[in-house]
């Protein structure tokens, strides 16, 4: 990441001094992923923290924008200016405990909300690394397809989509939901030992991290034979998505967004089956920043990424969801999700 993130944070936080520990957060400021670091700004310096087991590493890809020292936060009271510091509200207790101690009665002040602003908004090399991140998810769930038939289970499908984000340089953005016929009703399913039978609808959650940044898409395609009912319903989910995905646009209140999806099941008798929000913030997390939900207040703003995810899940029967990934842009969005929606019969 560019050091101009860091000193743009250091600016909007209006503090002395910040403090950040997060790996999500320290990823993003830094570019560089390591499970023991934390980074200090201050108005003459930036500092990157780290341990023996990255140190030298840390120093090749990063000394350009930081000074990366070999010590921890404790050892690391030295470095601050006086005045304020501006810390992440997320941290841990203990984490805020060893902040207090370090910093010997400078004003805190919980600056989640300027970070959060700032990585709502993606640059160009963010965006990028999410279109390749999706597009091997897309690749995994094209392979997958070649290897469904009756008797897998949830988990061999599984496996198989997260080999294929494996082998072409991708870990899996989350633990993958795979689920089979009735599991399909549960918009969470944990993946299981159930095989797949005729007349199943399958759906698959899944989504690759590239470069540290993660994709999300969801696809549910039926085996064998499709009844008229669930043939229905995955027609309701399509229109439900492709009126969120022409409506949606910058400006506009997440709940705004969320509403479209929302009247439309209300119109057609089946808001009860809709029992989730219809999208959120991706970037370095899965779930990050404004949503598409009905409490969403904030706004839609340019070059944000969310997911439009509309599902309606009917118990002891079968669900369907049809997840993309969008780019919102000036007066619509433009999808970073190019798989086929059409109901795929295998």
Do not use: W
């Not at 570019?31 to 090749?60: H, P, V, W």
């Not at 805190?108 to 700032?118: C, Q, R, T, V, Y």
């Not at 908004?121 to 990028?128: D, S």
């Amino acid at each position: 990441m560019d050091m101009d993130v860091c000193r743009r944070l250091y600016y909007i936080s209006d503090t002395d001094n910040l403090i950040i520990q997060l790996p999500s957060n320290t990823l993003y400021l830094s570019g560089y992923q390591s499970s023991n670091c934390q980074i200090i700004i201050t108005k003459k310096q930036s500092y990157f923290l780290t341990d023996m087991r990255y140190y030298l590493e840390a120093r090749q890809r990063l000394s350009d924008n930081f000074e990366v020292l070999c010590q921890d936060l404790n050892s690391s009271a030295n470095l601050l200016e006086s005045g304020t510091v501006g810390f992440e509200g997320d941290i841990s207790y203990r984490q805020y405990e060893a902040l207090k101690r370090i910093t010997d009665g400078k004003k805190l002040i919980d600056i989640s909300d300027k970070i959060e602003a700032l990585r709502d908004i993606k640059t160009q090399e963010e965006i990028n690394n999410i279109k390749s991140a999706q597009s091997v998810t897309e690749q995994a769930f094209v392979e997958a397809l070649k290897i469904i038939k009756k008797g897998i289970s949830e988990i061999e499908l599984s496996a198989y989509i997260e080999y294929i984000m494996q082998k072409n340089g991708c870990d899996p953005a989350f633990d993958s939901i795979v689920a089979f016929g009735e599991h399909t009703a549960s918009p969470h399913a944990h993946r299981s030992e159930k095989k797949l039978e005729d007349g199943d609808f399958i759906t698959m959650d899944i989504g690759a991290r590239y470069n540290g940044y993660c994709s999300d898409m969801t696809r549910t395609v039926a085996y064998g034979q499709v009844g008229s009912k669930q043939a229905e319903i995955y027609n309701h989910v399509l229109k439900a998505q492709k009126l969120a995905l022409d409506g949606i646009k910058s400006g506009i209140k997440g709940k705004d967004g969320d509403k479209i999806a929302r009247d439309y099941f209300a119109n057609e008798n089946l808001e009860n089956y809709f029992t989730h929000s219809l999208g959120h913030g991706v970037g370095i997390d899965i779930h990050e920043g404004v949503g598409l939900t009905p409490r969403e207040e904030r706004v839609l703003e340019k070059n944000m990424i969310l997911t439009i995810e509309p599902g309606l899940y009917i118990d002891g029967e079968f669900g369907v969801r049809i997840e993309d990934m969008v780019q919102i842009i000036e007066n619509s969005v433009n999808n970073l999700t190019k798989a086929d929606k059409k109901l795929i019969i295998l």
